[in-house]
């Protein structure tokens, strides 16, 4: 009896292992504890809420930037909300839904857009991926999570109002061509679209990365100029700020995310960029 013990405990520290070897970046650094333990209480009035007058609700996707890779944090001070796998919550940073430890930019944009007195309410549907390629939201395991998404705001009749896309730092180094990532960047669009025509679309110009490429100052022409002709050729596709613009030294910390500054100067120019498409 002792040994089979033994040997169900051996056996179960090997898959244990083998688990935690296949998973050990999304282990250490919490990301499991953030999705799963995270012990944020879910509204109960979430149909309420999803249908009550004048509620943007925004899919951010992307990398980094688009993720919680922000320094600081930010608490909101209106009705910002987080949905994710299903249920509600108060929007509270890291947001849910969104990897990185830190800060993301849309708290801050969620709260200038109710300022303004555009929306009443803000639902951020996270979906975005630290040091991702577009290929990968197009065709790879991104792909899965963004389909993931979309099956949970379909079964809970959920409709988007707006698609903020912030990525490009990843092809900069993978020295992706133009066409490739015109082509990659029309799938992932087409692939929201086909659930959600209804949302605006809209693409950041982003490419800043200060090393690992040979860019004059770090800004892909291949990748700024596949998604400006993306802009210009989809219908529905709209012009996000410029992120390559924000690359002074008190915008960026680890070489290519936002501190303090940056991500309130970064959300004050999505808060432009949708408010002139209102």
């Given at each position: 009896m002792n040994k089979l013990k033994y040997v169900l405990i051996l056996g179960f520290g090997v898959v244990l292992g083998i688990i935690a070897n296949r998973n050990r970046e999304y282990l250490i650094n919490a990301q499991?504890?953030?999705?799963?333990?995270?012990?944020?209480?879910?509204?109960?009035?979430?149909?309420e809420i999803v249908k009550s007058d004048r509620v943007m609700v925004c899919l951010t996707i992307g990398q980094s930037n688009a993720a919680n890779f922000g320094d600081g944090t930010y608490v909101c001070k209106n009705p910002v909300y987080n949905y994710y796998k299903g249920d509600l919550y108060m929007a509270k940073e890291p947001i849910l839904g969104a990897n990185g430890p830190g800060c993301s930019v849309w708290t801050r944009v969620a709260d200038q857009l109710i300022d303004s007195g555009l929306y009443k309410k803000v639902i951020i549907v996270p979906c975005a991926i630290g040091s991702t390629s577009v290929q990968c939201w197009a065709e790879g395991d991104c792909k899965e999570k963004l389909l993931e998404t979309l099956a949970y705001l379909k079964k809970d009749n959920i409709k988007l109002t707006?698609?903020?896309?912030?990525?490009?730092?990843?092809?900069?180094?993978?020295?992706?061509?133009?066409e490739q990532y015109k082509q990659r960047l029309k799938q992932v669009i087409s692939m929201i679209h086909e659930q959600q025509p209804q949302a605006t679309f809209f693409a950041s110009i982003t490419s800043y990365f200060p090393v690992?490429?040979?860019?004059?100052?770090?800004?892909?022409?291949?990748?700024?100029?596949?998604?400006?002709?993306?802009?210009?050729?989809?219908?529905g596709v709209k012009h996000g700020p410029n992120t390559d613009s924000l690359n002074l030294a008190y915008y960026r910390q680890q070489d290519v995310h936002f501190t303090v500054k940056g991500l309130n100067k970064l959300a004050y120019e999505w808060y432009q960029k949708i408010k002139a498409d209102q």
């Open positions: 499991f504890i953030r999705d799963y333990w995270h012990f944020r209480p879910a509204l109960k009035d979430k149909n707006h698609v903020l896309w912030d990525q490009g730092e990843t092809d900069n180094v993978d020295k992706t061509t133009k690992n490429n040979e860019n004059p100052f770090g800004i892909s022409p291949e990748i700024t100029g596949a998604q400006y002709e993306v802009i210009a050729e989809l219908k």
